[in-house]
Protein backbone atom coordinates (compact mmCIF):
# COMPACT_ATOMS: atom_id res chain seq x y z
CA UNK A 1 0.00 0.00 0.00
CA UNK A 2 1.13 3.60 -0.91
CA UNK A 3 0.91 6.68 1.33
CA UNK A 4 0.25 10.07 0.00
CA UNK A 5 4.07 10.43 -0.20
CA UNK A 6 4.07 7.43 -2.73
CA UNK A 7 5.99 5.61 -0.31
CA UNK A 8 5.37 1.97 0.56
CA UNK A 9 3.85 1.56 3.93
CA UNK A 10 2.91 -2.42 4.16
CA UNK A 11 4.57 -4.10 7.31
CA UNK A 12 4.98 -6.98 4.96
CA UNK A 13 5.81 -7.89 1.73
CA UNK A 14 5.85 -10.91 0.66
CA UNK A 15 8.83 -12.60 -2.05
CA UNK A 16 8.26 -15.42 -4.93
CA UNK A 17 10.23 -17.54 -5.65
CA UNK A 18 12.21 -17.33 -8.83
CA UNK A 19 12.34 -20.89 -9.66
CA UNK A 20 8.35 -22.16 -8.27
CA UNK A 21 6.52 -18.51 -8.49
CA UNK A 22 5.24 -19.67 -5.26
CA UNK A 23 5.14 -16.81 -2.61
CA UNK A 24 7.13 -17.32 -0.06
CA UNK A 25 5.45 -17.25 3.32
CA UNK A 26 6.88 -15.66 6.13
CA UNK A 27 7.26 -18.78 8.26
CA UNK A 28 9.06 -20.41 5.42
CA UNK A 29 12.55 -20.70 7.14
CA UNK A 30 14.70 -22.75 4.76
CA UNK A 31 13.80 -20.16 1.95
CA UNK A 32 17.04 -17.95 1.28
CA UNK A 33 17.78 -14.99 -0.87
CA UNK A 34 21.03 -14.69 -3.22
CA UNK A 35 22.59 -11.49 -4.74
CA UNK A 36 24.95 -12.54 -7.49
CA UNK A 37 27.11 -9.54 -8.10
CA UNK A 38 27.40 -8.04 -12.03
CA UNK A 39 31.51 -8.34 -12.95
CA UNK A 40 33.27 -6.45 -15.79
CA UNK A 41 35.69 -7.89 -18.48
CA UNK A 42 38.23 -7.86 -15.90
CA UNK A 43 36.62 -9.55 -13.67
CA UNK A 44 35.79 -6.58 -11.44
CA UNK A 45 32.56 -5.92 -9.33
CA UNK A 46 30.27 -3.14 -11.17
CA UNK A 47 28.29 -2.42 -7.81
CA UNK A 48 25.18 -4.05 -9.82
CA UNK A 49 23.50 -7.49 -8.90
CA UNK A 50 20.67 -9.75 -9.83
CA UNK A 51 18.44 -11.21 -6.96
CA UNK A 52 17.21 -14.57 -6.50
CA UNK A 53 14.71 -16.04 -4.30
CA UNK A 54 14.39 -19.57 -3.41
CA UNK A 55 11.50 -21.23 -1.84
CA UNK A 56 12.43 -23.79 0.94
CA UNK A 57 10.36 -26.38 -0.70
CA UNK A 58 12.80 -26.56 -3.47
CA UNK A 59 16.05 -26.57 -1.57
CA UNK A 60 13.99 -29.69 0.34
CA UNK A 61 13.96 -31.51 -2.66
CA UNK A 62 17.50 -30.56 -3.43
CA UNK A 63 16.87 -28.83 -6.25
CA UNK A 64 18.24 -25.18 -5.03
CA UNK A 65 21.99 -25.36 -6.72
CA UNK A 66 20.87 -26.32 -10.27
CA UNK A 67 17.95 -24.05 -9.85
CA UNK A 68 20.30 -21.52 -9.30
CA UNK A 69 22.53 -22.62 -12.11
CA UNK A 70 20.12 -22.57 -14.42
CA UNK A 71 18.82 -19.36 -13.46
CA UNK A 72 21.88 -17.19 -13.25
CA UNK A 73 22.84 -19.21 -16.89
CA UNK A 74 19.58 -17.21 -18.54
CA UNK A 75 20.00 -13.90 -16.44
CA UNK A 76 23.96 -14.25 -17.86
CA UNK A 77 23.19 -14.50 -21.24
CA UNK A 78 20.35 -11.69 -21.17
CA UNK A 79 23.36 -9.43 -19.17
CA UNK A 80 26.78 -9.95 -21.65
CA UNK A 81 28.18 -11.73 -18.61
CA UNK A 82 31.03 -14.46 -19.31
Known amino acids: MLN ?7 LYIPRK ?4 NRLITAKDHASVQVNIGH ?3 NGVYTGQFTT ?10 GE ?3 ALDIMWTK ?3 ELDQK
Not at 4 to 10: C, I, L, P, R, S
Not at 17 to 20: A, D, E, L, M, R
Open 4 to 10: ADNQTVD
Open 17 to 20: CSWT
Open 39 to 41: LDE
Open 52 to 61: FAVAGCVRKR
Open 64 to 66: GDS
Open 75 to 77: AKG
